[in-house]
Each structure stands twice: as structure tokens, then as C-alpha cells.
């Protein structure tokens, strides 16, 4: 047998676990196709070949979602993070059932790839750009704020990104909760330091000294409104002059606030 | 504390004007001895609210005697005499039927509906206002209802989640969440729960039962492995009851 029948036949073994009785599904049964990289090219296979399968559409869309769930959650494959995304438009745009598959994107925790979300704000299909802002309601104003086009609206998230991706963790909420579902939040804390976090904890990765120890400790105890300020403030000096970011980091809480604020009077 | 009218009232006070069962009580105590400040704009205010949640809490226990059967969404079912199944996999009402007829049937005619566990919330909390409603108030306030999970909820319910509370309380839906889920058992991936106020909690497909046994069960559907539990998090959801009061206040004084 070659690679690709080898491939097929895992693949068939696969759907056909999937789709029988799904509430007696195990995890460790299916990953009894104990070659990992064998299990993983078959379960792309069926993503890629999901037309070509021929089982009905009702049976086809639920092996889809267990094969996304799979790869996206267990084998964390960023590689079929695309398809992933496509399938869940698609059938948001047919009134399909999607919320299996949005939590599977999710639960990568890829963070560069939500701009597999984000290229949909540009799309000229209404639908798609509206389903891709309540996706990113993460991104304070993106579904408040008004926008005169479509690239505007890219804009504003990109810079948004650009900003905050190394201090966001995952939240792990989901539509079984709510629905609207926040799935990434800033961890203002790390902002405040300038230290990116770890996705899926939101712990700092890089070890904090005695000093940056009591900058979080007086930080924490501030509300959100300053919280917020003040990391918007650190990261924009971080960026700009950091000299002066160490010197202004060096100052008493109620100092840095004030430079914040005064800072906010002059940007607005 | 609990303030009426801008005063603040003691439980005392509110047990002498108003007729309440132990689960209502223990509301009143809790709201009073809190550090979070509860006011109401009137006496029956209150009470509505009293009463809903009572009333949230008899609907949950209602619809586990149902044989309301826990699906997928990819899987439900229900009776196409009152509604329609979407591609979703939700419900929506049928045009002929009245939004009051089609609630009933769900209690009346269980068997016939198969859905998750948060679409079950919310069959419980139109259950629980039309049992107090008039039938007439209820089908004009909510003429459209959509079923599924905590999509295309009617405004007038005014359903929201609410994070970190102070206080939680016998009538909210609380979550469980199972972080590391087998990923195969997605619809474990949380579980809603009515908190019916005595230590134990209707959850739609696990029954009327304790914190600690859906947090075992979710705990037994996790990856291989895993070792974080599933918890009970810090947030509830609830309808908007001063709005459904202030719908009630105004059609029953007109």
C-alpha cells in the first residue's frame, strides 16, 4: 500500500467513527491510529476532500466539524486553520450550523491566524464582514464604531493588532455560554510592562525582577479605566522614546497617571 | 442592602408586607447583607422578581420532567406541529400557532423536542414568564421566538450574562466549564445550570443534581490526561426582570 492509500484508509476509518453513534466516541479510539502524522494527513484529507466524500450532507458536515475539532485542538495544526475559517463563513452565509467549528479555529490559539478572520473585513460580501466583526468583538469599538469603507475598517483592526497581539490569552469562552463571545482579552498588566504573555495562560513569559514585581502588584490594584491608561501609555512610550519610558516607569503610580492623562488631553 | 423608592428597607420589613416562601427569604436576606446595593423602584418590583425566579426555578423542574430529550444541534428535533427546525439546528415558531401554545407544547409533549443544554435555559425562562404573565401580555410581548442556544433571543426577555457578581442567585443560570474537554464531546465542553436554590442545580441532560456531581461528570469528559477540573465560573445569566415588570405593571393597570 502507498502513502496515499494508507492516507485514504485512515481517513475512511475516521469518518466512519464519526459518524456513528456520536456519544460513544472516545478520543483515545480515534487516536488509535497511533501514527500521529499518518492521523493528521488523514484528517487534512478529508478537509480537502470533503466534496469528494460521499456520505449525505447531514453525516459529511458533522465528520467535517469532529475532523476541524481534531486538528485544530489536539494536533494544533495551523495548517488547516484556512480551511477551518472558510468552512465556518461558508455556512454562516447558508444559515448552517458553525459553532463547532468556530470553537475548533479558536481553540488553536494561533494568534497570527485571526487574520484569517480579519482579511473578511475587507470582503465585499456583507455577511462575511459582519460575521468577521462579531468574531473580533474582542477588539474594543470594531462593531460600535462607525467606518466610511471596508479598508478603514481593516486598518483599524490591524493597528489594533499590531498593538496588542504579544499580551492577548485566550479566554476559552464560548456560543455555549453566550452569544457573543469574547475569545482573546488584552492582558493589560504585560502591556503595562511591555512583556508578552503566553497565550492559552496569560502568565508573563519573561521573568519579572523584584522592581517590575511591584509595578504589577500597584498596578493591579487600579481599576480598568486607569489599567487601561496606563498600559496604553507604556506601550506607546516603550515604542516612541524609551528612554523616557524608563525614566517615566521609575515614577510613583499617581506620577505615571498624570503623564498618562496629559498625554490622553494631547492626543485628543 | 436593598433600597424601595431610594429607602433602604430591612427583610423585616419586607416580610411583613409581603407573603414569601424559604427560597424567596433567603433572597431577601442575601440581597440585605450584602455589600452591593439593590434597588427597586417599588415594592412589587421586588416581588416580581421574587416571583420570577420562583418561577424559573418550578419551569426547570417542570421541563426535567418533560422527557425533553439533550441533542446537538446537528441532531435536534422538535414537533413541526408548532415549530420549524432551522438549518441551524434551532427552532423557530410557526407562523399559525401562538408563541404561548408553542412553549406548552414543549412541557406537555417533551418527547417530541431534542436540543442542548443552554436552547433548555431559555425554553425555561419563556416557561417561567408566560406562568406568570397573562397569556395575552406574553404572545404580544414575544409574537416571534427563535430557539437556539443564546442566539436570536427576544429583546424583551432581556436575557444577558453577567461577570463576577457579588451575589448569585436561586433562578440564575449559572456555567460550568470543562476546559479540557475531549475534544469528541463537545457538548461538554460547558454545561448551563438553573440554581434551584436548595444545593442542587437543573442542568438539561444531567438532571436535577449537586455542583460536585456535574462537575464529575464533566470530569470524567476530558481529554486523556488532562488535569484541569471543570469549575463553576464566576458569572450568571438572568432575564432583565425590571423590564419584564415594568411590561407586566403597565398591561395589568391598563
Known amino acids: 500500500m502507498d502513502d496515499f492509500d494508507l492516507i485514504q484508509k485512515a481517513a475512511m476509518t475516521f469518518i466512519s467513527q464519526f459518524t456513528s453513534d456520536i456519544y460513544n466516541l472516545s478520543l483515545s479510539e480515534n487516536l488509535s491510529i497511533n501514527n500521529i502524522q499518518l492521523s493528521c494527513s488523514a484528517l487534512k484529507w478529508i478537509l480537502e476532500s470533503r466534496n469528494a466524500i460521499d456520505i449525505p ?43 463547532d467549528l468556530v470553537w475548533a479555529f479558536f481553540e488553536a490559539q494561533h494568534i497570527n491566524s485571526i487574520y484569517l478572520i480579519a482579511n473578511r473585513l475587507q470582503s465585499s ?27 478603514q475598517l481593516y486598518s483599524y483592526f490591524n493597528n489594533w493588532f499590531e498593538e496588542n497581539s504579544s499580551f492577548l490569552r485566550y479566554t476559552g469562552e464560548s456560543y455555549s455560554l453566550k452569544s457573543d463571545p469574547t475569545f482573546y482579552e488584552v492582558v493589560l498588566g ?22 517590575d514585581k511591584i509595578l504589577i502588584e500597584e498596578f493591579n490594584k487600579l481599576n480598568k479605566y486607569a489599567q487601561s491608561l496606563l498600559a496604553c501609555y507604556s506601550y506607546e512610550m516603550h515604542y516612541k522614546d524609551k528612554n523616557w519610558w524608563n525614566i517615566w516607569l521609575s515614577y510613583p503610580l499617581p506620577f505615571q497617571f498624570m503623564y498618562a492623562n496629559a498625554w490622553i488631553g494631547g492626543i485628543q | 442592602m436593598i433600597r424601595i423608592s431610594g429607602n433602604s428597607v430591612t427583610p423585616e420589613s419586607i416580610f411583613n408586607q409581603l407573603s414569601l416562601n424559604n427560597v424567596q427569604r433567603n433572597i431577601v436576606n442575601t440581597m440585605a447583607t450584602s455589600n452591593t ?39 435536534s428535533f422538535c414537533n413541526t406541529n408548532f415549530w420549524s427546525r432551522t438549518r441551524e439546528g434551532g427552532f423557530v415558531l410557526k407562523n399559525s400557532v401562538s408563541s404561548s401554545e408553542a412553549i406548552e407544547d414543549i412541557f406537555r409533549n417533551g418527547r417530541k423536542y431534542g436540543t442542548e443544554c443552554a436552547t433548555a435555559m431559555v425554553i425555561i425562562y419563556y416557561k417561567a414568564v408566560l406562568d406568570i404573565y397573562p397569556v395575552e401580555l406574553f404572545n404580544r410581548m414575544f409574537p416571534n421566538i427563535q430557539l437556539m442556544n443564546w442566539h436570536y433571543l427576544n429583546r424583551n426577555l432581556g436575557i444577558n450574562n453577567y461577570s463576577n ?48 456531581d456535574i462537575i464529575r461528570i464533566l470530569n470524567r469528559n476530558r481529554k486523556p490526561g488532562s488535569r484541569k477540573s471543570a469549575y463553576l465560573m464566576d458569572n450568571a445569566t438572568h432575564p432583565d426582570f425590571k423590564h419584564l415588570h415594568s411590561s407586566y405593571s403597565s398591561f395589568t393597570h391598563s
Not at chain 1, 503595562?192 to 503566553?198: E, H, S
Request: charged residues 25%.
Open chain 1, 57 to 99: 450532507d447531514s453525516q459529511l458536515d458533522d465528520a467535517i466539524d469532529k475532523t476541524a475539532i481534531l486538528l485544530a485542538s489536539v494536533y494544533r495544526d495551523k495548517e488547516s486553520l484556512p480551511i477551518i475559517a472558510e468552512l465556518a463563513f461558508e455556512r454562516h452565509r447558508k444559515n448552517c450550523f458553525n459553532h
Open chain 2, 165 to 212: 457578581l457579588p451575589d448569585y442567585f436561586p433562578g440564575d443560570c449559572r456555567y460550568f466549564k470543562n476546559p479540557d474537554v475531549n475534544p469528541l464531546r463537545l457538548y461538554l465542553q460547558g454545561e448551563n445550570a438553573i440554581d434551584l436554590g436548595n444545593g442542587t442545580y437543573y442542568a438539561h441532560g444531567m438532571g436535577i443534581t449537586t455542583r460536585d
Open chain 1, 190 to 211: 504585560a502591556k503595562y510592562l511591555c512583556k508578552p504573555v503566553a497565550t492559552d495562560t496569560g502568565q508573563i513569559l519573561q521573568r519579572l525582577n523584584t522592581n
Open chain 1, 125 to 151: 460580501e456583507p455577511m462575511d464582514v459582519a460575521f468577521a466583526r462579531k468574531l473580533l468583538n474582542f477588539v474594543p469599538g470594531i462593531n460600535e464604531l462607525q467606518f466610511s469603507n471596508n479598508q
Open chain 2, 37 to 75: 446595593r439593590y434597588d427597586f423602584a417599588s415594592l412589587n418590583q421586588l416581588k416580581f422578581e421574587l416571583d420570577l425566579r420562583v418561577s424559573i426555578i418550578n419551569a426547570s423542574r417542570k421541563l426535567n420532567s418533560s422527557g425533553l430529550a439533550f441533542r446537538v444541534f446537528t441532531k
